[in-house]
């Protein structure tokens, strides 16, 4: 079973439902989640927020986190997806905010850096991915440990 198809499983099952928060990611995460049959059951919408306006004006990210962590961190990504159980009424949510590349990196923030939030109700989980496969790649591994990060949350 793929890991959308398992996530949808756990949702429906728990009665929960599900929304996004994206940057780097782009959108992609929905659409891999909606690919799914019958994934209107349990999810309500996602956000792509790439810019820094985005994440403050739809996610509520303060503009103080931004300013002093920058919008690839963990306190970010936390915000980042309160914003969206909050903004799309959901349950559970996942954020990414990251440096695709090929350029954007720095020597503390690297390319292939990315910040991922899971949530389940009041539990948050975030992990830090690393290492640069490529423009292509650093967005697929994000897409996968997003949602394997939510897997964990769900279980």
């Not at 990196?105 to 640069?132: C, H, L, M, S």
């Amino acid at each position: 079973m793929k890991l959308e198809e398992r996530i949808g499983e756990l949702l429906k099952s728990k009665n929960l439902s599900l929304s996004t928060a994206e940057s780097c990611t782009g959108g992609s995460i929905a659409a891999l989640v909606t690919s799914v049959p019958g994934s209107s059951e349990y999810f309500n919408g996602g956000i792509v927020a790439y810019s820094n306006e985005v994440k403050m004006s739809l996610l509520h990210v303060s503009a103080e986190t931004l300013e002093k962590y920058g919008a690839v961190s963990r306190e970010t990504v936390i915000e980042m997806v309160k914003g969206a159980m909050k903004a799309l009424k959901t349950d559970c949510a996942v954020a990414t905010s990251g440096i695709a590349g090929p350029g954007g990196g720095t020597a503390e923030k690297p390319v292939g850096t990315v910040w991922i939030a899971a949530a389940y109700k009041n539990e948050i989980v975030t992990f830090r991915q690393e290492g640069d496969d490529g423009r292509g790649g650093n967005v697929q591994k994000a897409i996968r440990n997003a949602l394997m990060t939510l897997c964990e949350c769900l279980k």
